[in-house]
Structure formats: structure tokens, C-alpha cells
């Protein structure tokens, strides 16, 4: 409130925008808050360590992100699938020192014994 009033907003658009759901309703409107975008960007940082489409709609859930926007993201999340998995392979490297081959085998480093 302090700094609405420095700024010379007059007491009745500051007593306007002082109700909480009058605000983030004016943000929304001026497309400071879109959900949708959010969960776009959310959904490919989260992939791009890994994670998967279950834990991406978890954190969907935790975030608040109602299902219309989560299910309008859901085929990018299943595009992006293979190279999640691999990012997650990468990151794990589960004993394995190599990568799958377009065969889909695993190399090992032959100077570990």
C-alpha cells in the first residue's frame, strides 16, 4: 500500500486494488497470470531433468494449475517423452558408462573390471 501511494495512485484505486481477489482478477485480466503458459514452461523445465509425465502432473496438482490446462498441455509432455527418459538415464547413469545405441543396446566401458 505504501508504495501505491508513493506512486500518487488516488485512496480509491488503491482501496480498489487493496481486496487480494480484485488484483490477481486485474493481473489476469492484463495477462500477467496465465496458467497455461506457466505449465508449458513448468512442464519442459521439469522434463529437461527428467521427470516424467506423472511427476509433471503431480506438480501441476501442487501448483494449483486447474486440469483444462494441464490436459491442453499433456501432448507436449508425451512429444517430449523420449528425450526426458534419456535426460533422466544421463542424469542417473545407473552403472551403465555408456548410452543405447540406435539398436537400443548398451556399451560398457571395457577399463572397468
Known amino acids: 500500500m505504501r508504495k501505491i501511494r508513493e506512486r500518487g495512485w488516488d485512496r480509491g484505486a488503491a482501496a480498489a486494488l487493496a481486496e487480494p481477489a480484485e488484483l490477481a482478477q486485474r493481473m489476469a485480466d492484463l495477462g500477467y497470470v496465465d496458467d497455461r503458459a506457466f505449465a508449458e514452461q513448468r512442464a519442459a523445465a521439469m522434463q529437461r531433468r527428467g521427470l516424467g509425465a506423472r511427476r509433471v502432473a503431480g506438480a501441476f496438482r501442487e501448483a494449483g494449475i486447474d486440469e483444462g490446462d494441464a490436459e491442453s498441455v499433456a501432448p507436449a509432455i508425451a512429444d517430449r517423452a523420449v528425450e526426458s527418459a534419456l535426460a533422466f538415464a544421463r542424469r542417473k547413469r545407473s552403472g551403465l558408462t555408456g548410452m543405447a545405441t540406435a539398436t ?4 560398457k566401458n ?4
Open 110 to 113: 571395457s577399463s572397468r573390471r
Open 104 to 107: 537400443g543396446s548398451f556399451t
